[in-house]
């Protein structure tokens, strides 16, 4: 490992706030923090970052170098706490680059909602933000907390307790499900009693009796779940509201549910009428958006991707490689050999490139060249912006997504962070890197 461009160090004091996310950097071995300028916030001294993968390349049999640059591609950290691992022991660190905690867990969970799951002596437990031991460390394992409560297993079996360690209800369940917002929706909890699921409510009482093969949260006050090999939704008593006659259910999203019936799909209503025909192979669902992506087949070459609004009015017929769902009025689509730029009007605007990705912070990354036909990438990578124009060329062997105002980006062994106009504000050299990771 090379010595790496030293970042600018200033005292956070000079700053007018905290930074919105500390970037990972690694210099000797160790890693340290900084700001989307390039500002040193905290020195390279610790061995891990919470969220990383641990740089020992036996345990991930993978070689080290190629270890760090998956955690330079991690991204920043905006949560009010980052966990920091040195000499073998876990600690605290606040987004200021304050020490907190100092280095004291066996191991630690992801921090949310001003806690994080912590090992102590073997046995799970829970601390907040000054390293108090809010849960006492005696279970077998603990799960992040969300909605104010966390999942804990004691006996084989799991309960659920507060952030305060007080346990709603002990350990009698086998498991229990967390969804996208948290364990909870509609006051119900996906709970797996003997070998069937049925749902519980905050107080740990059975609220809908264990029937079923498959149960999936509750969204907007109905449920799908799988009876006897075929999905239907129940309400939050656990009676039928839509029979189960469908081959999948996904949730209700604005009152409208993709689901399956034999090689097809179509979307639905509250009362389980098609209000989209079960005409397509294969389907998104809208998930808060407008448009949802549809297909006409699921293999390939044959399969060709649509978009349809909310009504199923057609917004991009079925005739793309690849398409994606609109940002702001505007996809990535590949029509052919040809990758480009589609919005909802139907204007099309080819780039010309080999692979062109979703765009984030407004710049898109894109690739020219070919794959080599004796093994290895040729490509080359940059980004475009949503007019399409190439503002930053393509001279990157890798180029992730923009955040908070940076992106990782590799030249062959040279990597680190790039800006929006390209420029590193942080690299270094790792020798063999481009050939162990990228190639």
């Not at 009152?255 to 389907?283: E, H």
Request: with cysteine.
């Amino acid at each position: 490992m090379s010595a790496a461009q030293e970042p600018t160090t200033q005292s956070l004091g000079a700053l007018d706030s905290l930074p919105a996310a500390l970037f990972p950097f690694y210099e000797h071995s160790r890693w340290g923090l900084m700001d989307p300028r390039g500002t040193v916030v905290v020195p390279a001294k610790y061995e891990e970052f919470g969220g990383f993968r641990n740089t020992d390349s036996e345990l991930w049999q993978l070689p080290s170098v190629s270890v760090v640059g998956a955690n330079l591609g991690h991204g920043g950290f905006s949560a009010d706490r980052i966990a920091v691992r040195l000499e073998g022991r876990w600690g605290l660190l606040d987004r200021a680059g304050t020490l907190r905690v100092s280095p004291r867990w066996e191991s630690v969970g992801g921090w949310n909602e001003g806690r994080i799951p912590v090992l102590v002596e073997g046995q799970w437990g829970a601390a907040d933000g000054e390293g108090h031991l809010v849960v006492p460390a005696r279970y077998e394992a603990l799960s992040g907390f969300r909605q104010g409560i966390a999942v804990f297993r004691l006996g084989g079996k799991v309960g659920i307790l507060d952030q305060e360690g007080k346990e709603l209800f002990g350990a009698r369940y086998e498991s229990i499900a967390g969804g996208a917002e948290g364990f909870y929706s509609d006051r119900r909890a996906v709970a797996q009693i003997g070998e069937k699921l049925g749902y519980i409510d905050p107080q740990g009482n059975l609220a809908i009796p264990p029937l079923f093969e498959g149960a999936r949260h509750f969204s907007e006050g109905l449920a799908g779940v799988t009876l006897d090999g075929k999905d239907g939704y129940i309400d939050t008593t656990g009676a039928f509201v839509i029979p189960p006659r469908f081959d999948m259910a996904a949730p209700f999203d604005r009152g409208m549910a993709l689901v399956r019936q034999g090689d097809w799909r179509g979307f639905i209503n509250r009362q389980g009428d098609f209000v989209i025909p079960p005409t397509y192979a294969d389907a998104q669902n809208f998930l808060g958006t407008e448009y949802a992506i549809v297909s006409n087949s699921q293999e390939f070459p044959k399969r060709k991707l649509g978009c349809i609004d909310r009504s199923g009015r057609l917004l991009h017929p079925m005739q793309y490689r690849s398409l994606s769902v609109p940002d702001s009025g505007l996809s990535v689509a590949q029509l052919g050999e040809v990758w480009g730029l589609l919005d909802t009007s139907g204007t099309w605007t080819p780039i010309d490139c080999m692979e062109l990705q979703t765009f984030s912070e407004g710049l898109a990354s894109f690739a020219i060249g070919r794959m080599k036909a004796e093994g290895g990438s040729g490509l080359q990578l940059g980004y475009v912006d949503r007019r399409g124009e190439k503002v930053i060329p393509a001279h990157f062997t890798e180029a992730g997504r923009f955040e908070h105002g940076l992106a990782f980006a590799a030249a062959h062994d040279t990597l680190g962070y790039i800006d929006r106009t390209g420029a590193f504000v942080w690299k270094t050299i790792v020798p063999g890197y481009f050939d162990a990771f990228v190639r």
